[in-house]
Structures are given as C-alpha cells and as structure tokens.
C-alpha cells in the first residue's frame, strides 16, 4: 500500500505559478504510475497530469499543456506538479494518486492523497 500527502497549495494571483508536491510512504513507490488530478466546486475530478513509473513518460490534460509539468523522484518517492501561468479556471482542489498504470482516469488508480487547495485569484 502506499500513503499519499499533498502538500504546496495555496492562493496565487493570475499569472503567478505554485509547485505542488506529492511525499509517498510505503512500498515499490518506483513500480507506480503517478497521476494528479483536481475538482472544482460542482464539478467531477478531472484528470490534470500523469507520470510512468520511470518518469519519461508524462501526459497533460489539453487545459494544462505546456503550463503545467510533473515530475518524480524515486530516490525521494515523490512527485511533483509546477504550475505556471495560472488561470481562475485552474482553481480546484488537487489530488495526488497511484496506480499500477499508466492511464488518465480517476478509476485507474488506487491510492489517493487527502488533496491540497489551489486558489487563483485577484
């Protein structure tokens, strides 16, 4: 099993960028895909990013391409989400997650982090 905790949310002007990091516990961290999604108040968590397991491997939803990028540490068993050039629109609560693929939704992972707030705001 693996334990997630998210951590690195907070309010951010539009424009500005955070940097969310993701600290795993547990076993074989390196044998799992890594993913981050979000949900926004009313709406279904939606895929954001993921990683495979090695990490050359990466996928971005359309909304987050070339703003976004995520990256892992398997030395340190985290992953990491820098987010740049934030829109209103990327305000959401963000979840880390893993899974034993590497695929882009929410049912193909197993283990989910308690999320960390992401604000965008003027």
């Known amino acids: 099993q693996l334990q997630l905790v998210e951590s690195g949310g907070g309010l951010v002007q539009p424009g500005g960028s955070l940097r969310l990091s993701c600290a795993a516990s547990?076993?074989?961290?390196?044998?799992?895909?890594m993913a981050w999604f979000r949900q926004a108040p009313g709406r279904e968590r939606e895929f954001v990013s993921a990683?495979?397991?090695?990490?050359?491997?990466?996928r971005y939803a359309d909304s987050v391409k070339g703003r976004f990028t995520i990256s892992r540490s398997n030395t340190e068993n985290t992953v990491s989400l820098q987010m740049n050039s934030l829109k209103f629109e990327d305000t959401a609560v963000y979840y880390c997650?893993?899974?034993?693929?590497?695929?882009?939704?929410?049912?193909?992972?197993?283990?989910w982090g308690q999320g960390t707030q992401v604000t965008v705001s003027s």
């Open positions: 997650a893993a899974g034993r693929r590497f695929r882009f939704g929410s049912q193909d992972y197993d283990y």
């Open positions: 547990g076993r074989a961290f390196s044998t799992y895909a």
């Open positions: 990683i495979n397991w090695s990490g050359p491997t990466t």
